[in-house]
């Protein structure tokens, strides 16, 4: 099965992380949680499958771009 890299779309702080690796996610599942001007904006699961990694913990900094997740799909 093939692995999938979750970037962020936006540059800013890691303030949730409601998804274990390992869990099994949908597409469209909120699995990272970025900080940035404010809000609090999701990362989503860009198709079903089971959560291989983070690659990020709560309050590291990423830019936008950046790898967050690998996805098995």
């Known amino acids: 099965m093939p692995d999938i890299r979750i970037v962020t779309e936006v540059a800013g702080r890691i303030c949730a992380l409601p998804v274990e690796p390992g ?3 949908g597409g469209g ?3 990272i949680f970025v900080e940035a001007m404010k809000m609090e904006i999701p990362v989503a699961s ?6 291989k990694s983070i690659l990020v913990a ?4 990423v830019a936008e771009g950046q790898v967050v997740a690998i996805l098995e799909t």
Do not use: E
């Open 23 to 25: 869990a099994s996610v």
């Open 29 to 31: 599942d909120d699995i």
């Open 46 to 51: 860009p198709v079903a499958g089971t959560l």
């Open 58 to 61: 709560i309050d590291d900094v």
